[in-house]
């Protein structure tokens, strides 16, 4: 029933469509936010009004799927955390389709519950760090946020966040499933089989079952859902980037020999993808590091395993390329490494300041070695490996900072992750970084 229902919302997206913009979701919100009379009920029941004020022909989302909306079913509300669990799986999933539109969708209400200021945001960012997380960075990558015209006339030139709604729900070209190739509900059936008669289900192949333009999967660590759902030009083609996070992931967590459930899971994901078990060599998006820059490397270092940072650093860096050339041969994959990006300004006033200090060297650091293993002349030492270098153009100067720069403010979403502006810089770097094109 539930796969039927997805089916039925996601054709009418296709045959109706959706002309709210995110722009439009994020105004009605900031009015609702500023003092409008009424219990959560009557809230949802203006947004509801809203879209089909704007929308001739508004989309009827059936009621089970409507997991934002207890009010009218107490039988079938969920706890707060469960709302955001699922919201992380519904955009994350890398089927895509109708639970990337319920996703985009869910967000003109969420946060009439969430909203990310005030006693609730500070209660639920106290209560549940993680899922907290990722829910204020998923609703910027669905939303983006409110630019007034004046600034908008005066950056017409800055690239912009385009938000996932705008490309999901007003313009789902190529990001849709493609109707004549495969029904979704089939094809959720069909895996759902494939797992529970796998035994473990480590390798049944886990993908959107048919798009419109070809895919590049993106996975690692949180950091790929900047690039999620996106568009980028290869040549004269097109790729969409599809997440398929290992949530957690460090750089030295992909060695071999490491018994942490983040290996487990990167495997996992390797193993599900649609094309790891061809002989025909393919490309993924890797991301991986942050992590090890914000809190993995610094332990070593004050256990007296390494010299200096700079130690430290180099060995993870090598352990992390040795490590992935290893996957590019077992899975016969050609691996495109992201760097980490430049940590975010922070205030000063709520006495963080030296551990911010501290990441941005390490993950300087970090940056450099990348470059100097994969970009020396001469230094050729990993097959199928390339990086893709465009993290020097997301700095802004800062003389405060011990680097001389932070992440410049056009790229940051959420202060930990870069928004989907990046793309752009990814596109450029792609077409520079040496790898072999053909196979993406």
């Given amino acids: ?96 389709g109708p639970f990337l539109e319920l996703a985009c969708l869910s967000m003109a209400f969420l946060p009439l519950h969430f909203p990310t200021v005030g006693p609730v945001g500070r209660m639920m960012a106290r209560n549940y760090k993680s899922h907290w997380a990722y829910y204020v960075f998923i609703r910027y990558l669905i939303l983006g946020e409110k630019i007034k015209k004046h600034r908008l006339a005066a950056d017409k030139a800055l690239i912009r966040h385009r938000p996932v709604w705008d490309t999901v729900l007003v313009n789902s070209d190529g990001i849709s499933c493609d109707k004549m190739q495969c029904r979704l509900s089939d094809h959720c059936r ?36 900047s690039l999620a759902w996106q568009t980028i030009k ?65 332990g070593s270092l004050i256990q007296g395993y390494y010299n200096d940072c700079s130690d430290a650093v180099t060995r993870t860096v090598e352990e992390y390329l040795n490590a992935v050339a290893s ?51 001469g230094k050729k030492k990993y097959d199928y490996i390339f990086l893709l270098d465009y993290e020097e153009f997301l700095h802004e100067d800062d003389a405060n900072s011990p680097t001389g720069y932070v992440l410049n403010r056009a790229y940051n979403a959420d202060f930990t992750h870069v928004s989907g502006a990046v793309v752009k810089l990814l596109e450029n770097s792609l077409q520079s970084c040496g790898c072999d094109n053909s196979i993406i």
């Fill in 1 to 96: 029933k539930i796969l039927d229902s997805f089916e039925s919302f996601s054709d009418q997206i296709q045959t109706i469509g959706i002309l709210t913009t995110a722009s439009d979701v994020l105004g009605a919100l900031s009015i609702s936010h500023k003092g409008q009379k009424g219990d959560a009920g009557d809230q949802l029941k203006r947004m509801r009004d809203f879209i089909m004020r704007q929308d001739q022909s508004p989309v009827e989302v059936p009621c089970v799927l409507q997991f934002w909306d207890g009010e009218g079913n107490s039988s079938r509300s969920m706890p707060p955390v469960i709302q955001l669990l699922l919201l992380k799986l519904l955009f994350s999933s890398p089927f895509g």
């Fill in 234 to 298: 290869i040549g004269h083609s097109r790729r969409i980037l599809i997440p398929y996070p290992a949530t957690g992931l460090k750089a030295w967590h992909v060695r071999q020999c490491t018994k942490f459930f983040t290996h487990s899971n990167l495997h996992t994901v390797l193993r599900r993808l649609p094309f790891t078990n061809t002989d025909k060599r393919r490309t993924i998006i890797l991301s991986a590091g942050e992590i090890d820059c914000r809190e993995g490397i610094g």
């Fill in 190 to 225: 069909r895996v759902l089989n494939e797992l529970s008669t796998d035994g473990k289900g480590s390798s049944v192949t886990i993908s959107a079952p048919a798009l419109a333009i070809a895919p590049l999967y993106v996975i690692g660590d949180s950091h790929v859902l």
């Fill in 327 to 377: 996957l590019a041969e077992q899975y016969t994959i050609q691996i495109l490494i992201m760097p980490v990006a430049p940590h975010a300004y922070r205030s000063e006033k709520n006495g963080k300041s030296t551990g911010r200090a501290a990441r941005r060297q390490t993950t300087h650091l970090f940056n450099q070695t990348l470059r100097h293993e994969l970009l020396s002349p």
